[in-house]
């Protein structure tokens, strides 16, 4: 019998099974902070896996954010009421700015240098449940 030895290296270096937009969920913890209230849901009602998805990685004419991973970020969790499987989305809005600090327009954000993420919402659906309309967060 003969093995793959891509499949035999997934099993023993988990690492190369990691996507380039993915990301441990306690590195968004400092993102859902920003609503404690809804966190304490989450975390109460939930169990979220270790990793997330960023809906949005930034290409490369970002001159020096090429690679970032931003919002919408998608979480995979089990209810503990009764373990069903539920998707949770966190939504952002993302803000530019310059190594001074100052806020970028929209024509000029190619050139940030450093990029913040507000908490603009929370959605949990039922891993199940089709998208509506296509896009995880309204703007």
Do not use: W
């Not at 891509?6 to 609503?35: D, K, S, Y």
């Amino acid at each position: 019998m003969r093995f793959n030895p891509i499949f035999i290296a997934a099993l023993v270096v988990p690492q190369l099974c990691v996507a380039g937009g993915t990301l441990g969920t306690n590195e968004l913890r400092p993102l859902m902070r920003q609503m404690p209230a809804v966190q304490d849901v989450i975390d109460a009602g939930m169990d979220l896996s270790g990793s997330a998805l960023a809906e949005i990685r930034l290409g490369p004419h970002f001159k020096y954010l090429g690679g970032t991973r931003m919002g919408p970020y998608t979480i995979r969790a089990k209810s503990k009421k009764d373990g069903s499987a539920l998707v949770v989305v966190l939504c952002t809005k993302a803000r530019f700015s310059t190594k001074s600090g100052q806020e970028l327009s929209e024509a000029r954000i190619e050139e940030a240098v450093a990029i913040e993420e507000r908490l603009t919402g929370v959605m949990v659906r039922q891993e199940s449940s089709a998208m509506v309309d296509g896009s995880l967060c309204s703007t």
